[in-house]
């Protein structure tokens, strides 16, 4: 049996890799992601016997956890929601492109040093900003590729996922380190520990919780961040979490239920 191998997730679950009975002919990729992420590939029938599966199927790669925290995960940059932010979520004048520093004319360069299922980065991308992300989960690195996969045979994203968008597998504390261009803007959206009720309703979040862990090295991020970026750090926080390291930012973006920490370097 494989164990989820980073960071140690809070009740060590088993893992495999597998694909929908229906199309065998799925088979192929995953092998090669359980040969890629060391994980044990199991067939259809077998898949019961796991906590936590990637999944083939036709619409591409899946996530999937039974027990307790039942769910799916997936990266569809094509879909309803997305699209939806994408054309109508108010443009360079939503929140999170004002705290990047998007300005008529002005696009940053962007790290996205937590990248998550990629939502923020891919908006970014589409206002015109070229965004760098870096996710250290490995499983969640495998859905993010496969979902940028799919965003390149969609017509009116390949331009997007051609020129703006990529993805780094890894630490970003040490992928930083090792950047060859200094990028504008670094932008952090670490995992909050408090248990807030807006954030536990959405499930989504609460299966990359039960991945990831907290991420309780968001203070060094910042600082990593801090030497590193050209001109601002973006912090995202939960409305009433405390500033990440006791530092207090050049200015603040509020919102309903988060705010944006920026600080200018
Ligand atoms: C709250 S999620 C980010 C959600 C993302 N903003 C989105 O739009 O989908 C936080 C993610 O950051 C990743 N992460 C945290 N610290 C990291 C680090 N030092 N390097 C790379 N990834 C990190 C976690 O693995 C997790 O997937």
Redesign the pocket.
């Known amino acids: 049996m494989n164990h989820f191998p980073h ?1 140690p997730s809070p009740s060590l679950l088993s893992l495999a890799v597998t694909y929908v009975a229906e199309h065998p002919i799925l088979r192929e990729n995953a092998l090669n992601l359980a040969k890629k992420l060391q994980l044990n590939m199991v067939e259809p029938a077998e898949k019961q016997k796991n906590d936590l599966l990637l999944i083939y199927t036709e619409a591409g790669l899946q996530l999937q956890l039974s027990g307790n925290t039942k769910g799916t995960l997936h990266v569809d940059f094509s879909s309803g929601a997305m699209t939806y932010r994408r054309l109508h979520g108010g443009g360079i004048k939503q929140p999170l492109a004002k705290a990047v520093g998007i300005k008529p004319g002005k696009r940053p360069f962007i790290l ?12 970014l991308a589409t206002l015109g900003c070229r965004v760098c992300m ?4 490995p499983l ?1 690195a495998a859905l993010l590729q496969d979902g940028m996969q799919r965003a390149a045979a969609d017509r009116e994203l390949q331009e997007i996922m051609a020129h703006r968008l990529t993805l780094l597998q ?6 930083i380190e090792g950047l060859t261009e200094r990028p504008d803007t670094i ?6 520990p408090h248990r807030r009720k807006a954030a536990l309703n959405r499930q ?2 609460r299966i ?2 039960s ?2 862990g907290t ?1 309780e ?2 203070d ?2 910042l600082r990593t961040a801090l030497r590193h970026a050209d001109k601002r750090v973006v912090v ?1 926080r939960p409305k009433g979490a405390p500033q990440i390291a006791d530092r207090a930012p050049t200015h603040v973006i509020s919102m309903k239920n988060s705010r944006y920490d920026v600080y200018m370097v």
């Open positions: 960071p996205d040093a937590t990248a998550g299922l990629g939502s923020d980065a891919f908006l870096v996710e250290r989960s969640l890894g630490d970003a504390r040490i992928l932008y952090m959206d670490p995992m909050y989504e979040m990359i919780r991945i990831v991420d090295d968001a060094e991020l995202k």
